[in-house]
């Protein structure tokens, strides 16, 4: 495969996230309207217009390269088998955060080789601010108007853990986890910026104890790695992507320090 200049993408891919997260916003504050998918989840004005300006601005800048999002029709794993290099994209990350009204969303995209994720951009457009990166290249964090920064995730502190936690999804098993950690501090917070609080060193871990897909996580995997992170699987095994027919993801945990054995609180 070519060698890509994977910092050009990222800032191009980042612009592109920004314009999206824009006709996520006029639409936020206007009227839209609501459907729901197959697996009854929601579908809003606002994804599909973010998916029609992603898919047909990544095409202009890498042609070469396909694009898989939520809101693609279908690619049967016979063609997708095929993709060494692919974009996976979220347009919408948090459906149920935009209809809440909270702000708290996000546009996703991702750059995957070889089943891993090498480029991740997350744009927050309420919030106006921005997580990025691209593998061997740092993460960052640019809030609206300043310069970017660079990201760290932290050591687990001696005293009380900070979890991220969903202000959507808290399944009865991720609440017997928590109970099993003993005193926490939970940050709530939705979408995949969870993922980017681990990345940032505001939370210590965010425990998916519940269904995701593959686009939900994968901008945010770059972010976190890149930032010292990691992103596992519950058995510790990395997440990987594009090796099987579905596009669910198993299980999974985010978190700074690997000093601690995490998978000790699901018994």
Not at 131 to 139: C, I, V
Not at 171 to 192: F, R
């Amino acid at each position: 495969m070519n060698e890509l200049n994977l910092e050009y993408l990222c800032i191009n891919a980042l612009d592109i996230a920004r314009d999206a997260g824009r006709k996520i916003v006029e639409i936020y504050n206007s009227s839209y309207e609501i459907e729901e998918k197959d697996d009854k989840t929601p579908l809003t004005t606002a994804d599909l217009a973010a998916h029609e300006i992603i898919v047909s601005s990544l095409k202009e800048l890498t042609g070469d390269i396909p694009v898989l999002s939520e809101e693609s029709d279908s690619v049967p794993f016979k063609i997708r088998k095929q993709w060494q290099r692919y974009w996976l994209v979220d347009p919408l990350d948090g459906t149920r955060e935009f209809i809440k009204h909270n702000g708290e969303f996000s546009v996703n995209i991702a750059l995957i080789e070889n089943h891993q994720s090498i480029l991740g951009v997350i744009n927050a457009p309420v919030l106006k601010h921005d997580y990025f990166a691209w593998r061997d290249g740092g993460a960052y964090k640019q809030v609206s108007g300043e310069a970017k920064k660079p990201i760290h995730t932290r050591p687990l502190p001696e005293a009380i853990t900070t979890v991220a936690g969903s202000r959507s999804h808290a399944s009865d098993k991720l609440k017997a986890y928590l109970e099993n950690m003993g005193e926490i501090e939970l940050l709530s917070m939705g979408s995949s910026l969870k993922s980017c609080l681990v990345a940032e060193g505001a939370a210590d871990i965010y425990p998916r104890l519940g269904l995701t897909s593959e686009w939900d996580t994968a901008a945010a995997q770059c972010i976190v790695e890149e930032a010292g992170g990691y992103m596992r699987q519950t058995d510790m095994q990395p997440m990987r992507y594009n090796t099987k027919d579905c596009l669910l993801n198993p299980e999974f945990f985010v978190f700074g320090d690997n000093s601690q054995d995490w998978t000790k609180y699901l018994k």
